[in-house]
């Protein structure tokens, strides 16, 4: 029986058309031709309705649909595919002998067959494989072993620079291949966002770029901004030796090159980085290296080499393959910069979370591209191992990635009577002794409630743009208002008046002004801590700042428990059991609830107005108009449980039986009054299996 047949699905239908070609030609003007056709918020109007409509009639939604790259679609794990070309690897080299000696064996084995050479950048992320056919992307796997990798096809929908269609002319089966990188600036603002956290960060963009594709939940792929760089494409006749049959006449000739094939596929909408040459000779070979060498800081990604490819595709064959990379191409890898400057002291740094950071400051020194002053030196175990003594001269190490990396002693500069760096053994910030977990490497602060950096660095957390988004209030606000006794912990803000604001100034140790407080200045910051009243739970949850717990963990927690309540009262083993909270982070907020002082913090903020409790997460609109009476007990659910669920797909529940009810939800041993009203006003009644039909 068709519950909904009073619903035509045609008039969807046509709009999901309409809406799918109009959205499809802004991106292609915005990507392609660097025009905005629309304003943002118009594009983000369209592409809503898209998405509600597609909720709607799930069957009508298109597999590329411009919705995809929002993601949302979940991967509990990732099916292995086996590459129906290999994905080899590259002969790689250090040394420019070894290029020259590559040219002249190709050209040796070329004989008289004129060809060029294309030199390019080794981008340095993940590589993986995109199968187009007929135009429409259908699988993209990473490179894996080589022979078999993972299917990430959601995740790889929502990279922009991932074309989902094709424009122009194009085979109609191939694959395309290339790294998807993270561009440094995302990447660092990434990683400060999950320091932010208490999270820890990733060392470099590849493994943030290879973690970012093995996310369960495509939407949180669809965060990062990551970058596919198309590098290379693959056509079945290229696996034949020496057939060339390509079926579309007009692309035979720029498909003959590599170059030319990385210029069609720009057209189809590719991102392929211009830095393209052909190059006829060694000598053209070396310059294209050492301009890369120099040039390659002032990338906005990192690279590690260049890879230089033979031009023309017919040669490959007969130029074939080595036990795993091609005859044809070989790349060149830069070696990582390295200097050796003065250590001239260790601080240590202290963390939102409490964590120790102990940091180098050096001389000065210039290093792939940039004057380096700092270096981590990580924790107690990496100074330990690396044996820093006071005065030593560091190594530091500028590979692909913008970071320095302090990666050893220079030896031969040490002093003799240099003794080792001491770790301290009380905070530099409050003295308090610290504290190293079993298992740790860090050490950490853990006086939270009295250390200046550790408050100062919850406040600046709560009032985060993800977290309490209270504007008006910067990092300089904040430590002035703990400076002056105002503030002692996010509950406080929640009392500031208009007279405690106005007139506050804070100066720097040499008289500066840092920052002040006048009227107007005043009345944002109280409107901006009014407004976050309205901030909804699973924001509020993120701000309170406990370890570990993230803005997805924070989400997932929020939809789970639905108030505070219900999550200061659960177990490590309930806490563990929601998606995406492991069981270190679950014995985090266990702890972190059991501790009078955040049960009394909660209370005063509960008291000043937050939300608390969860608001409707609607997952879809299928019962959207429909009226539930639910009575009984049910296997699949309690009754709490199912109504919340009614309400999470549109649906609206009511306490009694009238001619308004749509169903009366049945369970076993449900009211025989409901029963009796139901089958007398002609209410459908339906089980628990007919309610689970209807969602789908
Ligand atoms: S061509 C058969 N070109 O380097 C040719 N590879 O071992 C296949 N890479 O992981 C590769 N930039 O993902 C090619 N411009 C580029 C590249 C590139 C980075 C990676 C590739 C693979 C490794 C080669």
Known sequence: MDLFSSIDIEPARKRMIELTQAIERYNYEYYMNDKSLISDYEFDKLLRELIDLERQYPELAMPNSPTKRVGGEINKTFRQVTHRFPMLSLGNTYSIEEIEDFE?????????????YTCELKYDGVAIGLTYRHGQLVQAVTRGNGSVGDDITSNARTIATVP???YGDYPDDFEARGEVVFPFTDFEAFNRQREMDGEEPFANPRNAASGSLKLQDSSECAKRKLMFCMYFMML?????????????PALTSQLSTHYGRLQLAMKMGFHVQPYIKVCRNIDEIRAFIDYWDNERWNLPFAIDGIVIKVNEVALWNSLGLTAKSPRWAIAYKFKAQQVSTLLESVSFQVGRTGIITPVANMSPVWLGGTTVRRATLV??????KMGICEGDYLLVEKGGEIIPKVVGVDVKKRRPEAKPVKYITNCPECGAALVRADGEAGHYCPNSDGCPPQIVGRLEHFVSRKAMNI??????????????GLVGDVADLYSLTREQLVGLESYDVDGQRRTSIQDKGADNI????????AVPFERVLYALGIRYVGEVGAKKLARYFRNIDAVMSASVEELASVEDVGE????FIYEYFHDERHVLLVERLRKAGLVFVSDEIKISNVLQGKTFVVSGVFENFSRDEIKADIEKHGGKVSGSVSSKTDYLLAG????????????????????ENDYLALLE
Not at 110 to 116: A, H, K, N, V, W
Not at 379 to 384: G, R, V
Not at 584 to 587: L, S
Not at 668 to 687: D, T
């Open 526 to 533: 109280l409107s901006a801590i009014e407004k976050s009243k």
């Open 668 to 687: 076993e041993k449900m009211g025989p009054e409901k029963l009796k009203k139901a089958e007398k006003l002609g209410v459908r009644i339906i089980s």
């Open 584 to 587: 270190k982070t679950a014995k």
């Open 236 to 248: 079945p006749a290229d696996e034949k030796s020496g057939e060339r049959s390509i079926e579309n």
């Open 379 to 384: 924790n107690a175990d990496f100074i330990e």
């Open 104 to 116: 002249a064996r190709t050209r040796k084995l070329l004989g008289d067959q004129p060809f060029t």
């Open 471 to 484: 504007d008006n209030l910067g990092s300089e606000r904040l430590e002035m208002l703990y400076r002056k």
């Open 164 to 166: 989902l269609k094709l």
